[in-house]
Nanobody, 123 residues
Framework: QVQLVESGGGLVQPGGSLRLSCAAS????????IGWFRQAPGKEREGVSC????????IYADSVKGRFTVSRDNGKNTVYLQMNSLRPEATAVYYC????????????????WGQGTQVTVSS
């Protein structure tokens, strides 16, 4: 029953914005940290951002600081990734994943993963 589903990806022009959603079912997101990851063709999966369950503490990869914002709406059991000033190098499949309480540094410390949503930044 545990499931995470990403949505909101698509084609956007450089400099544009997208908001990704990560909706949880089968469990309550209130007590979990949610990480956002991305994987471009031929590259390893990399961490983008994470939001913890407590006080909504957040972290960001250096490459997206100041342009991406992660937030959560516990009432909707959903976490969002607002992506602004998008660059072509942001093109990738974006995944959300859950881990208990606090954000973790390692990919394999996240237990549940969504199926991914494609983000393409191109003119």
């Amino acid at each position: 029953q545990v499931q995470l589903v990403e949505s909101g990806g698509g084609l956007v022009q450089p400099g544009g914005s997208l908001r990704l959603s990560c909706a949880a079912s089968g469990f309550t997101l209130d007590y979990y940290a949610i990480g956002w990851f991305r994987q471009a063709p031929g590259k390893e999966r990399e961490g983008v951002s994470c939001i913890s369950s407590s006080d909504s503490g957040t972290i960001y990869a250096d490459s997206v600081k100041g342009r991406f914002t992660v937030s959560r709406d516990n009432g909707k059991n959903t976490v969002y990734l607002q992506m602004n000033s998008l660059r072509p190098e942001a093109t990738a499949v974006y995944y959300c994943a859950s881990t208990k309480r606090l954000c973790k540094p390692m990919v394999d410390e996240y237990d549940y993963w969504g199926q991914g949503t494609q983000v393409t930044v191109s003119s």
